[in-house]
């Protein structure tokens, strides 16, 4: 009834007859009415208000009783966030983990899970109020996979996020953007998510000029694919009360083209990346 009252009055038209009677008094309460809260953020509600100050301090471990492999990738994965550090899970329950983190001072915890053997899941926690995001990992290739593969460099990288353009694309990028320091100007490493049909790649790089016009890229691990399944708004150890802000629902869209971290145009598709994905 409100909206109708200001429609019409920012229109210089007639009041529509159903709110002539009672139009004085809808005018006075659309004096209190302003804009809303949309897009507005304080520090109640952005938990990510501070990041960027200071570099992020991250601990990554396993799930329970892990197997060499996963072992392997949790030590890989450590190495991808510049200052983390890698804790052995042992038998430590998920509360006493958090309570840890964050009497340490620790920003973000990552956990990485198997299934017999082969990494499948990563859930990253940020401390001390959340969000925590899950996702389910496919084609891990390790570095460990590789032969010849060299050293892994410490700068602090560059990052580059590719097709993160619906609202809840850009909460998944400040989710994983905040992992990382500030890097160097002259920093020469690079890592890439890149988003296609709501899998994002992950590929990590280190690149040198050639000459003034080239520059010659060295892939240098791991690399896998990543896709969101849900996001809480608490941390870990509240996981059973925490109100879920976003879940994927696998078969309750019947729009099979619906696509949730992007708002699509032709002009997205990024063909380089397009091999990599599971079928």
Not at 27 to 42: F, I, P, R
Not at 150 to 178: C, D, Q, W
Request: some cysteine; aromatic content about 10%; hydrophobic content about 35%.
């Amino acid at each position: 009834k409100k909206q109708k009252l200001k429609g019409a009055l920012d229109e210089n038209h007639l009041l529509p007859t159903e709110i002539r009677k009672e139009a004085l008094e809808l005018q006075k309460l659309v004096e209190y009415d302003d804009e809303g809260a949309e897009g507005v953020s304080s520090h109640v509600d952005d938990e990510y208000k501070w990041a960027g100050v200071e570099d992020p301090k991250v601990m990554v471990t396993t799930s329970r009783d892990p197997s060499s492999r996963l072992k392997m990738f949790a030590k890989e994965v450590k190495l991808m966030f510049p200052g983390a550090q890698r804790m052995n899970r042992g038998n430590h329950e998920i509360p006493a983990l958090v309570q840890a983190c964050k009497a340490n001072s620790v920003t973000d915890l990552v956990i990485v899970h198997e299934t017999r053997g082969q990494p499948d899941g990563l859930v990253v926690c940020h401390l001390p109020f959340g969000p925590t995001a899950y996702f389910t990992l496919y084609n891990v290739v390790m570095r460990h996979d590789v032969p010849d593969i060299g050293t892994m460099s410490e700068a602090y990288p560059h990052l580059i996020f590719h097709n993160f353009t619906s609202r809840l694309g850009k909460r998944v990028s400040n989710i994983l953007k905040y992992l990382f320091p500030v890097p160097k100007e002259d920093s020469r490493r690079v890592i890439t998510f890149a988003n296609q049909e709501d899998f994002i790649s992950f590929r990590h790089h280190t690149y040198k000029k050639t000459d003034h016009k080239n520059i010659q890229l060295t892939e240098v691990g791991p690399r896998f694919e990543m896709k969101l399944y849900m996001i809480k708004l608490g941390t870990l150890e509240n996981e059973v009360t925490a109100d879920v802000e976003w879940r994927h629902h696998a078969y309750t869209h019947t729009a099979k083209k619906r696509r949730f971290l992007i708002i699509f145009h032709h002009r997205d598709f990024h063909p380089f990346f397009s091999t990599n994905l599971p079928k």
